[in-house]
């Protein structure tokens, strides 16, 4: 079990880009999969971007070709590059293990 903190929300521009970082506080590099989610009040939380421990990466269609997710084993580190961000990518981003939650970073996009 590892402690999961994210940072780098904001408020942004539709348009503009965001790098939401994950910073664990154990390591990660025994985790099959990484993954950043998302949830808007009211609504399911949904997967955006998952890492496999090889690299291999999978994206929701929504984010396809805009969004980019990394992991840093060494830094304990998972990143969410989103470009050309729109205004329904406005949510809560979480990062996770799988078995572990960190408390979320707001993201809002104005248009």
């Known amino acids: 079990q590892v402690r999961l903190v994210e940072s780098g929300g904001g408020l942004v521009q539709a348009g503009e880009s965001l790098r939401l970082s994950c910073a664990a506080s154990?390591?990660?590099?025994?985790?099959?999969?990484m993954a950043w989610y998302r949830q808007v009040p009211g609504k399911q939380r949904e997967l955006v971007a998952l890492?496999?421990?090889?690299?291999?990466?999978n994206y929701a269609d929504s984010v396809k070709g805009r969004f980019t997710i990394s992991r840093d084993n060494a830094k304990k580190m998972l990143y969410l590059q989103m470009n050309s961000l729109k205004p329904e990518d406005t949510a809560v981003y979480y990062c996770?293990?799988?078995?572990?939650w960190g408390q979320g970073t707001q993201v809002t996009v104005s248009s």
């Open positions: 890492i496999s421990r090889g690299g291999s990466t």
């Open positions: 996770s293990t799988g078995a572990d």
């Open positions: 154990g390591s990660i590099g025994s985790y099959n999969s």
